[in-house]
């Protein structure tokens, strides 16, 4: 087993390698950042740029359909008819859209690292010290800050649907998770679409936060580089650079997203 998860691993290793825009072998870094500081390997930053850039896709990725799915169920409590679900949902989006969200990191980081470890002493644990993964703790957090956010989002798009369209489903025989996948779901999706595109350009700068815990991202990476180059405004000015493309990139994908979810409309 141990020998097909390394397998597994020195597979996805190389698959990275080949795709990589940066350090693979048509990226950018290596045709055209070679004698530079951008150089692949070990004579220049671009391995670590590159890392950098895998890490906050990662986490941004990783992030987006948790968030998506807490943020639903959410917004699903907040028009509960049970009041304890309204209250909860309510108390939840309070806590997380009031708190920053750097602070927010801090609390899931090392607050879970404590809880954890005051669990493990009750228990009669006697080990070594409890280490949370930053990946882990990272999307944590940025998920219960982005479906905060999202269930508000997506909370007004329910509203925005007729109790008609929940009436005809009912009188068309259809019991209440049915009609909530088949009509309610496709007008959701369109009408909180464009609520829903600016949190996830908001959670790619979000990602930035992860570097105040040691994770490798994009920030993290071009600051240890600022430190031994002395050259900020140049590796502060390709962390722009890389952002700015991640965004243009998520908008030029976000642009197709609109038309799939606007595809059933008439056209007039």
């Known amino acids: 087993m141990g020998g097909l998860f390394s397998a597994l691993g020195s597979f996805w290793s190389s698959l990275v390698h ?3 825009p940066l350090c693979g072998p048509v990226g950018i870094f290596t045709w055209f950042g070679q004698s530079t500081l951008l150089a692949c390997g070990d004579t220049g930053w671009g391995d670590e740029i590159a890392l950098g850039l895998q890490i ?3 986490v941004a990725i990783v992030t987006l359909p948790i968030g998506l799915i807490i943020g639903f169920l959410v ?7 049970e009041k304890p679900l309204r209250l ?3 108390i939840y989006t309070t806590i997380f859209r ?3 969200e750097l602070l927010t990191l801090f609390i899931i980081y090392y607050g879970m690292q ?4 005051s669990l493990l002493t009750f228990v009669g644990y006697d080990g070594p010290p409890v280490e949370i993964n930053a990946f882990l703790a990272g999307v944590i957090a940025l998920s219960v800050v982005f479906s905060a956010y999202c269930s508000e989002v997506l909370l007004s798009a329910f509203r925005a649907i007729p109790n008609g369209q929940y009436e005809a489903g009912y009188a068309l025989g259809l019991h209440r998770g049915r009609t909530l996948r088949l009509i309610v779901l496709p007008q959701l999706v369109r009408i909180a679409l464009p ?3 600016n949190l996830w350009m908001v959670l ?8 105040i815990i040691s994770l490798s991202d994009i920030l993290r990476q071009t600051s240890v580089a600022v430190r031994v180059t002395k050259e900020p405004f140049f590796f502060y000015g390709l962390a722009c650079c890389l952002y700015l493309v991640l965004a243009v990139l998520s908008s030029f994908l976000l642009v197709y997203v609109d038309r799939w979810a606007k595809r059933s409309e008439v056209r007039r």
């Open 204 to 211: 790619l700068k979000d990602t930035s936060y992860v570097s």
């Open 18 to 20: 080949i795709f990589d």
């Open 56 to 58: 906050t896709v990662s």
């Open 88 to 90: 909860a949902a309510g």
């Open 75 to 81: 917004a699903l409590g907040q028009q509960s008819e």
């Open 114 to 117: 404590m809880l954890i470890q």
């Open 195 to 197: 609520g829903l595109t």
């Open 98 to 100: 009031g708190l920053p």
